[in-house]
């Protein structure tokens, strides 16, 4: 089983930053993209940031200049520093990965999610 964990989240004034963690966990060969996305009530997951392996990245036009998102491989997390925190930046935020790993005794390639941490940002 891979398990991601997600930390960082809290609540912060607007203006104010965030750094979120995520560290992936279980029988992993190799991790591929990693990303964050985000949740805000009654609103569809919608993508925030996404990175390769290899560092490329990509990131949401709404939050582009304010967001940097970043991986360690060797400890197989990823990283969204927040900055310039505004109130429509509030939700819960999923770390993601596709991954090779051990799934019901053989290896495979699947999608994985984290359980979610929650960011809100106060007017």
């Known amino acids: 089983q891979v398990q991601l964990v997600e930390s960082g989240g809290g609540l912060v004034q607007a203006g104010g930053s965030l750094r979120l963690s995520c560290a992936a966990s279980g029988s992993i060969s190799k991790i591929n993209a990693m990303g964050w996305y985000r949740q805000a009530p009654g609103k569809q997951r919608e993508l925030v940031a996404v990175?390769?392996?290899?560092?490329?990245?990509n990131y949401a036009d709404s939050v582009k200049g304010r967001f940097t998102i970043s991986r360690d491989n060797a400890k197989k997390s990823v990283y969204l520093q927040m900055n310039s925190l505004t109130p429509e930046d509030t939700a819960v935020y999923y770390c993601n990965a596709d991954v090779v790993a051990i799934r019901a005794g053989t290896w495979a390639a699947f999608n994985s999610w984290g359980q979610g941490t929650q960011v809100t940002v106060s007017s």
């Open positions: 990175i390769t392996s290899y560092g490329s990245t």
